[in-house]
């Protein structure tokens, strides 16, 4: 913001009374941000009223229906709605806590949407009647009176506790009872009010906002003028929540793993009232994991951690048409991104062994040429559906022949010859198909290092997988990501995992002595770390 350039803008340090993440949300300067994203659906107070007000005062009439001996309990909306803002509230607060990157964005109508199309319909109808009204004569000014005051309450809702000395220039300058006088004296004057205005903006914007600010300047006509400065605060407004959620997120972050947990145990009591499992979908999950781990009978015991980490490595080869468990649900979209990034890791790199395997010592060991036909693989087969990636076999298939060629070439090599062109052909079209034996080998290393990763206690330095070393950064970035958020995820619902986890041992007896109710006890299962990742 400006004001920072201003030395203005301070840090409050939060108190031992400010230890509620859901105070935080509802502190002075998270105001602004639920003020100025009501329309996104953050602020989630005026629905509950509208509820309030919407929830009926009569009963049906019972002769109408057939009572049951044992009525089945019906969700009530109110109650749905309860719900369904506790989840927004911790979805919000996960966001903010995982993602430190996440911004608040304006919501912007789809193109062509009827919400689009009324939205522009009021708004020109409002600066329509505006500039009728005050280029009449004589001139009205009833919708300049709205106008101002309107500016006059988004300046104030960006304003912080210091900002004191341009509170009380607002309240004098745009005092509306005596803005009434000057218009019946005649002595009202837009253009003084709009420069009032926009020399608050520039002192509270920030910086990226200046270039803006200077374009006001040069506007000369009132409508214009004051439809970009509505415009301009709109921007403000967007820019002082993701500001406040800048200088909030080191609270949040501490404070979002009990937040998180309070949320679902409500959801979960909810649910439970209405004789729904709220877990049923991660029990099903865990099973799974539990299942495939005792069949493998690999160097993985079946232990509470390792049965976990399986289930989620499953993430990576999820059926997209099926819900994830509710404990991952908030993150439905990372997980999906990492599936998508792997898929990816591993086809070109399956692309790339079949071709290297084809053609040989040759080009071993050039290190740099590795690399750039990786970068070009990737690009043709970037972002592309399942059903699309054979289509551009082709393109692939040209791609290798063209770059091998020259680099053969370049080193004193001969050209391929016609049987080793056709044998790359059909091995490339072969082994993009996620049942190939090499496709599968790639992925069985793959899974096996990040799930090595995973499970490691140490931070030493771990040696990737062979036939995988061309993506180094690409899997270091998947594993980063993948570790962070399940670390997150166990400190938020290790108890609930640990309750799962400890009923599947203690029916198959794999550890006679455990009991769930332990499972808030760290040091036996591993699941309930102190959330620092």
Not at 24 to 52: F, I, M, P, R, Y
Request: charged share 25%; net charge negative.
């Amino acid at each position: 913001m400006s004001d920072q350039k201003n030395k203005e803008n301070k840090v409050y340090p939060t108190t031992e009374e400010d230890l509620s993440l859901e105070d935080s949300l509802n502190a002075s300067h998270a105001s602004n941000l639920s003020s100025s994203c009501n329309s996104e659906g953050l602020d989630s107070s005026s629905e509950s009223e509208v509820l309030k007000k919407k929830k009926r005062t009569t009963s049906p009439n019972p002769s109408s229906f057939m009572v049951a001996a044992s009525p089945p309990k019906f969700i009530n909306f109110e109650t749905l709605m309860q719900a369904a803002n506790g989840v927004k509230n911790m979805s919000l607060a996960h966001e903010i806590a995982v993602d430190s990157e996440f911004q608040l964005q304006k919501h912007q109508p789809k193109e062509h949407s009827i919400e689009k199309q009324v939205k522009e319909v009021m708004h020109r109808a409002f600066w329509d009647s505006l500039s009728d009204q005050i280029n009449a004569d004589p001139p009205h000014f009833s919708h300049a009176l709205i106008l101002l005051q309107e500016i006059k309450e988004n300046l104030v809702s960006l304003l912080l506790p210091q900002h004191q000395r341009i509170r009380s220039q607002i309240a004098e300058v745009i005092d509306l009872d005596l803005i009434r006088q000057k218009i019946d004296n005649e002595a009202f004057d837009f253009n003084y009010y709009a420069g009032f205005v926009i020399s608050v903006m520039a002192q509270l914007c920030a910086p990226i906002r200046d270039e803006k600010i200077s374009a006001l300047k040069e506007i000369k006509e009132v409508v214009p003028l004051y439809k970009e400065i509505f415009g301009l605060v709109d921007l403000m407004k967007m820019d002082m929540a993701n500001f406040t959620i800048s200088q909030m997120r080191p609270y949040l972050q501490q404070q979002s793993v009990e937040y998180e947990k309070k949320k679902f145990q409500e959801f979960l009591e909810m649910q439970k009232e209405n004789n729904i499992d709220g877990v049923e979908v991660t029990k099903a999950w865990l099973q799974r994991a539990f299942d495939q781990l005792t069949k493998q009978q690999s160097a993985f015991p079946v232990t509470p951690l390792n049965i976990l980490n399986e289930a989620y490595m499953e993430l990576f080869q999820w059926d997209r048409t099926k819900i994830l468990p509710e404990t991952l649900v908030m993150d439905v979209g990372r997980y999906s991104d990492l599936k998508s990034q792997t898929d990816h890791i591993c086809l070109v790199s399956a692309i790339l062994l079949v071709t290297y395997n084809t053609i040989g010592a040759p080009i071993s060991g050039i290190t740099q040429f590795k690399h750039e036909i990786k970068d070009k693989i990737s690009i043709i087969l970037k972002d592309l559906h399942d059903s699309e990636i054979a289509e551009k076999v082709p393109n692939v298939v040209q791609q290798i022949l063209t770059d091998v060629g020259a680099c053969l070439e370049k080193h004193g090599y001969s050209r391929l010859r016609d049987d080793q062109q056709d044998l790359i052909k059909g091995q490339v079209t072969d082994v993009i198909n996620p049942q190939h034996s090499v496709h599968q080998l790639v992925r069985s290393r793959m899974f096996g290092f990040i799930l090595q990763s995973a499970s490691s206690m140490h931070h030493s330095p771990m040696k990737l997988p062979a036939g995988l070393s061309a993506f180094e950064a690409e899997i270091s970035q998947v594993c980063g990501q993948f570790i962070r958020l399940i670390s997150h995820n166990r400190s938020v619902f290790g108890v609930w995992y640990s309750n799962i986890i400890g009923e599947l041992l203690k029916q198959n007896k794999h550890e006679s002595d455990y009991e769930p109710e332990q499972a808030n006890n760290p040091p036996i299962l591993g699941l309930g770390d102190t959330g620092k990742h």
